[in-house]
């Protein structure tokens, strides 16, 4: 295959002035009145049928896409629709007619192979899922970003832990269960690719996009407990998939904004960043995700993404590390490739480079038609895209598909809510909470008559499941202020809480996800710092824990918990740690500071106290 350079584009009048017509001309993808294309299809009778044995990995299934039902579907398929089978298209379900409609459009004029579901609801999205698999001419296998499950997207579904809060975890058993319980929760809902693992190891504080996404900063930890969520998974029959190739950690441009450029070249790269992913494809990850960004290290081209990269995406994921896998482009419609490229190109050149599917277009036709281009330029070959679009069907074989069955939707939320995933979220929960602080002993907490406690929920409108725990295991007087508080505010609660030995305070941010920037008010900032120089205080964050940072002298706290996310079961645990009801078990899985290390995390092997 040849390479496929800037330069070269655009010294081709052959195939580039058309592209570029098309770029200038072409509106998006759902409302482009396609060019006139003969559409054929083969008749094809196989000589015999041979009974499909379906193999014991996904890796199995794609070295040899040979089948009876791989075949027929095949020749079925004109030339542009074997290109559209390599294409997933973006869904939501909570959007309404018009925006189903277009989605429908590229289904049923474009044959798209996929659709990556986003925000909606469990029971419209099975509903939609049936109702595009009905109007599809080849089974369309469906995805999703669900890096903490279903309920990452979905409402009244299971949320699970961030895989930060993962990270604090010792057991990993643990993560392979919850694995296993995201496959279960995805065959569910009709669903077959996951882009999951984050298998980045976030070594960078500043990182705007990865950070809690991320298991932690130790290539060992991140690599051990990418591992085991992945085999939950595939065990479970979903194909994983690993992002973001070759390493997304130690950068502090989004890239989905910008394009983030690495300066490391591949001694640093084989030493941390690519080691996870290595393991990873050893143990046979089905799907490995290439991130958007620049490598002038392994590809001077300017401004050239990895994803458009040959010498990283074939070169160093095919070649070097024998990827056998399916190679997932990133979303291309994050600035990180369409800032310097535009629809269509973009497009050609991902596949250009060796990805096998490209994930959340601009535009579907565009797209088509530019890769139909570098075909007739010769710049990628027929025979190429036919053979990554039978690794599509040899995918979806493998997920069932040739055996597709429409989603059931009697008792789906009921289904996707069981009692095994409730017990996993809480033996997580108190798995991972981390002891950073406890001065003098203060945990754990032993009520007597005497002694006043109350509890605070900064960042809360009414009062917490921390401080009604905390209430069921001792008498506690409960208190509650914004994130956004004035000084007045602040100095009338801190009047409040004078009277008080012991002050339990709980720090939340703006969401359930952790954040990146609490969005504290300095009021707010000060009356933490404040109450954690007062040498009475016990303080739990409920968030992502760099967020340590943005409160000064909280090092300064009598008893400093680390829970990592406001999930129920987080802030029952917290308050049962407190109260000596369970031990601390976590380590923290990143350097916060010159306080808080990678490791750092006061344990107990058995519980302080007995019990219940």
């Known amino acids: 295959m040849k390479s496929f350079h800037p330069s070269s584009y655009f010294s081709l009048p052959k195939w580039v002035l058309p592209l570029l017509a098309v770029c200038l001309c072409a509106c998006d993808g759902t409302n482009v009145q396609q060019q006139a294309h003969a559409h054929v299809t083969e008749e094809y009778h196989p000589k015999e049928r041979i009974p499909y044995e379906r193999p014991a990995t996904i890796i199995k299934a794609l070295e040899d896409s040979s089948s009876f039902w791989v075949d027929s579907v095949f020749k079925t398929l004109s030339p542009e629709e074997r290109i559209a089978q390599l294409i997933i298209v973006e869904a939501f379900s909570d959007k309404g007619p018009a925006y189903e409609a277009d989605v429908m459009r590229l289904i049923e004029k474009y044959k798209v192979g996929g659709i990556i579901?986003?925000?909606?609801?469990?029971?419209?999205?099975?509903?939609?899922?049936?109702?595009?698999?009905?109007?599809?001419?080849?089974?369309?296998?469906?995805?999703?970003?669900?890096?903490?499950?279903?309920?990452?997207?979905?409402?009244?579904?299971?949320?699970?832990?961030?895989?930060?809060?993962?990270?604090?975890?010792?057991?990993?058993?643990?993560?392979?269960?919850?694995?296993?319980?995201?496959?279960?929760?995805?065959?569910?809902?009709?669903?077959h690719v996951n882009f999951a693992p984050v298998a980045d190891i976030n070594n960078n504080l500043r990182n705007p996009i990865i950070s809690y996404?991320?298991?932690?900063?130790?290539?060992?930890?991140?690599?051990?407990?990418?591992?085991?969520?992945?085999?939950?998974?595939?065990?479970?029959?979903?194909?994983?998939?690993?992002?973001?190739?070759?390493?997304?950690?130690?950068?502090?441009?989004?890239?989905?904004?910008?394009?983030?450029?690495?300066?490391?070249?591949?001694?640093?790269?084989?030493?941390?960043?690519?080691?996870?992913?290595?393991?990873?494809?050893?143990?046979?990850?089905?799907?490995?995700?290439?991130?958007?960004?620049?490598?002038?290290?392994?590809?001077?081209?300017?401004?050239?993404?990895?994803?458009?990269?040959?010498?990283?995406?074939?070169?160093?994921?095919?070649?070097?590390?024998?990827?056998?896998?399916?190679?997932?482009?990133?979303?291309?419609?994050?600035?990180?490739?369409?800032?310097?490229?535009?629809?269509?190109?973009?497009?050609?050149?991902?596949?250009?480079?060796?990805?096998?599917?490209?994930?959340?277009?601009?535009?579907?036709?565009?797209?088509?038609?530019?890769?139909?281009?570098?075909?007739?330029?010769?710049?990628?070959?027929?025979?190429?895209?036919?053979?990554?679009?039978?690794?599509?069907?040899?995918?979806?074989?493998?997920?069932?598909?040739?055996?597709?069955?429409?989603?059931?939707?009697?008792?789906?939320?009921?289904?996707?809510?069981?009692?095994?995933?409730?017990?996993?979220?809480?033996?997580?929960?108190?798995?991972?909470?981390?002891?950073?602080?406890?001065?003098?002993?203060?945990?754990?907490?032993?009520?007597?008559?005497?002694?006043?406690?109350?509890?605070?929920?900064v960042g809360a409108k009414r009062v917490t499941a921390f401080q009604r725990e905390a209430k069921q295991l001792a008498h506690t007087s409960e208190f509650y202020i914004s994130r956004k508080a004035n000084a007045k505010e602040t100095a009338r609660l801190l009047k409040k809480l004078r009277k008080y030995d012991v002050v339990l305070i709980a720090l939340y941010g703006p969401s359930i996800r952790p954040s990146n920037n609490l969005g504290y008010s300095p009021a707010a900032t000060k009356l933490v710092q404040q109450l954690a120089v007062s040498n009475k205080a016990a303080i739990v964050l409920f968030d992502n824990a760099y967020a340590l940072n943005q409160f000064p002298d909280i090092q300064k706290s009598r008893a400093l918990l680390l829970a990592y996310q406001p999930h129920y079961h987080a802030q029952a645990a917290a308050a049962r740690l407190l109260f000596g009801q369970i031990p601390a078990r976590g380590i923290l899985p990143v350097t916060v500071n010159r306080f808080y290390a990678y490791g750092d995390g006061i344990n107990q092997d058995k519980p302080f106290l007995a019990g219940p």
Not at 119 to 148: C, F, H
Not at 153 to 169: I, K, T
Not at 230 to 242: K, T
Not at 382 to 405: H, P
Request: aromatic share 6%; with cysteine.
């Open 213 to 457: 996404r991320s298991f932690g900063e130790d290539r060992l930890d991140v690599t051990a407990k990418s591992l085991a969520y992945m085999r939950g998974m595939q065990d479970g029959g979903i194909i994983a998939v690993a992002k973001h190739f070759p390493g997304h950690g130690d950068t502090d441009v989004d890239s989905h904004h910008d394009l983030p450029v690495i300066p490391y070249g591949r001694h640093r790269l084989d030493s941390l960043e690519l080691y996870p992913f290595k393991e990873l494809i050893e143990q046979g990850i089905g799907g490995v995700m290439v991130a958007h960004m620049h490598i002038p290290k392994l590809d001077s081209s300017r401004n050239l993404p990895s994803t458009l990269s040959e010498p990283i995406v074939t070169g160093l994921l095919k070649n070097q590390l024998n990827y056998k896998g399916l190679i997932f482009t990133d979303a291309m419609v994050m600035k990180g490739v369409t800032k310097y490229f535009p629809p269509g190109e973009a497009e050609a050149r991902a596949l250009i480079a060796g990805n096998d599917v490209l994930e959340r277009l601009n535009s579907v036709p565009k797209a088509i038609r530019a890769v139909q281009e570098a075909i007739k330029a010769g710049y990628l070959t027929q025979q190429e895209i036919d053979r990554r679009c039978k690794r599509v069907l040899a995918a979806k074989q493998w997920l069932g598909l040739d055996k597709y069955k429409p989603v059931a939707l009697q008792n789906l939320v009921e289904n996707l809510n069981p009692a095994l995933a409730d017990s996993t979220n809480k033996a997580l929960a108190e798995a991972a909470l981390t002891l950073l602080n406890n001065t003098k002993r203060m945990v754990p907490l032993r009520p007597q008559k005497r002694l006043a406690i109350a509890t605070v929920s």
């Open 117 to 191: 579901f986003f925000q909606g609801g469990p029971v419209r999205q099975a509903k939609l899922t049936n109702k595009y698999q009905a109007a599809s001419k080849v089974p369309l296998w469906i995805s999703m970003d669900a890096e903490t499950g279903v309920g990452m997207r979905l409402d009244s579904a299971v949320h699970y832990p961030s895989q930060q809060m993962l990270g604090a975890v010792a057991d990993n058993g643990l993560i392979y269960q919850m694995g296993s319980e995201v496959a279960r929760e995805f065959k569910r809902l009709g669903m």
